[in-house]
Nanobody, 126 residues
Framework: QVQLVESGGGLVRTGGSLSLSCAASGRIISNLSMAWFRQAPGEEREFVATIHWAGDSTYYADSVKGRFTISRDNAKNTVYLQMNRLKPEDTAVYYC???????????????????WGQGTQVTVSS
């Protein structure tokens, strides 16, 4: 299986930036789809971004498109989420996830993913 550890969360003001990291161990993730989800208090866990196993194409939730960038560094077996122009509604615990099934399309459901990190808190003050 894959172990995932997120880091980089913190407190920022509206309009600020944060970069999250997801360090993977146990398996090489370069040929696996990865994703970021987030969960605000009292809310369902929601899709944020994914990077595909074949060719590193990316897909984003409309709420973050143009502001967030998902990427990976295969040498470090790590996935990143660069978050710019942050808004208070971005406040949530952010989770990294692995999809081991190599689906053809992008996947956006929590049930599509097999392994999860512990999460890292992102708080954006207004």
């Amino acid at each position: 299986q894959v172990q995932l550890v997120e880091s980089g969360g913190g407190l920022v003001r509206t309009g600020g930036s944060l970069s999250l990291s997801c360090a993977a161990s146990g398996r090489i993730i370069s040929n696996l789809s990865m994703a970021w989800f987030r969960q605000a208090p009292g809310e369902e866990r929601e899709f944020v971004a994914t990077i595909h196993w074949a060719g590193d194409s990316t897909y984003y939730a409309d709420s973050v498109k143009g502001r967030f960038t998902i990427s990976r560094d295969n040498a470090k077996n790590t996935v990143y989420l660069q978050m710019n122009r942050l808004k208070p509604e971005d406040t949530a615990v952010y989770y990294c996830a692995v999809d081991k099934d190599r689906a053809l399309g992008f996947r956006t459901r929590t049930s599509d993913y097999d392994y999860w990190g512990q999460g890292t808190q992102v708080t954006v003050s207004s």
